[in-house]
């Protein structure tokens, strides 16, 4: 399969249009109409539907372009790989990082560190939840992630970074029955909390745990921003659940009362994901070393020893 029809479809199905598609392209639209074509009779699939408003992808045209993505990036990949060969690594490399964790606190060092070592990688950090970004991740968007595990998804694997209690993070003035530094999970049944939306893992593992004690849970609301979300405890309004590594990093000058949840306790997992059908780039496999190093850097500081993965 020529590579060059699938850059001219992807292409295409980018622009929804032949049209636009071509005047990008600088290819004369019959030329790509017949380059789609003679995708469509080698693979035996009608790829697209056209209109008087542009072209959309059939369900088979959808498997195209994803395969299409991932096929387009190795091959510059495999450019640059060979272009660089025996040079320091160079490149972008895309990481996400799960809002609500202790990870999200490494964005500095990460950058700093990277920049330090190998100073012709360009890093793009962003905060994106689970939903998004199996896709981002299958698609070739995103190198790799520092999330909260979610559990299998397919076209994607995780590497169980740090396993964690989660903890009742609460205004100190908020009245709550505890035990010294725990609290039932039936006394935070009883608290108002803010959590993130339900495509977020955190939120799915707490519903997962009210749920299975037949307990029922008293959302206040669903707050995505970290600051807001330490303005509503401030102001007692609400609670929240997080791992304490996640408090302590979220929120260093605060005095929020910490309390591990018991009966039962709650885990989460922070897991490395990144794709299970390609190799890492030389400059990916070297950023993703420097986050290994700083993460269990920052867990020796913070708590005396890092928690190994079950792997390790």
């Known amino acids: 399969m020529d590579t060059r029809k699938l850059e001219y479809f992807v292409k295409i199905v980018d622009s929804g249009s032949i049209t636009r598609a071509a005047a990008a392209l600088h290819v004369a639209q019959p030329a790509l109409s017949q380059q789609v074509s003679g995708l469509e009779n080698e693979l035996k699939q009608r790829l697209l539907i056209r209109s008087k408003q542009g072209v959309e992808p059939t369900a088979a045209g959808h498997a195209l372009y994803r395969h299409a993505q991932m096929i387009l990036r190795m091959v510059e990949q495999a450019r640059q790989d060979v272009a660089s060969s025996g040079a320091a690594p160079s490149g972008r490399v895309s990481i996400a990082i799960a809002p609500y964790s202790m990870a999200s606190s490494l964005a500095p060092q990460i950058m700093s560190e990277v920049q330090r070592r190998y100073p012709d990688i360009v890093v793009h950090l962003t905060e994106i939840f689970g939903g998004v970004l199996s896709e981002a991740i299958k698609n070739g968007r995103l190198d790799m992630a520092l999330i909260y595990e979610p559990g299998a ?91 304490k590594s996640a408090a302590d990093a979220l929120f260093p000058d605060k005095d929020f009362r910490v309390l591990k949840i018991v009966e039962p306790t709650l885990q989460s997992k922070i897991a490395l994901c990144t794709a299970d059908h390609e190799p890492m780039s030389e400059a990916a496999s070297a950023v993703l070393l420097v986050v290994k190093e700083l993460l269990h850097g920052m867990l020796d500081t913070k708590y005396g020893t890092a928690p190994k993965s079950p792997s390790e």
């Open 153 to 243: 998804i397919k076209g994607v694997q995780f590497t169980t970074m740090i396993v964690e209690d989660l903890y009742l993070v609460v205004n100190p003035d908020t009245k709550v029955k505890h035990d010294g530094g725990t609290v039932r999970l039936e006394d935070v049944a009883r608290l108002g909390l803010f959590l993130p939306e339900r495509i977020h893992t955190l939120r799915q593992l707490v519903e997962a745990g009210f749920k299975d004690q037949g307990l029922q849970l008293r959302l206040m609301g669903e707050v995505e921003s970290v600051p807001s979300l330490s303005r509503l405890l401030d102001a007692g309004i609400g609670a929240a659940v997080l791992p």
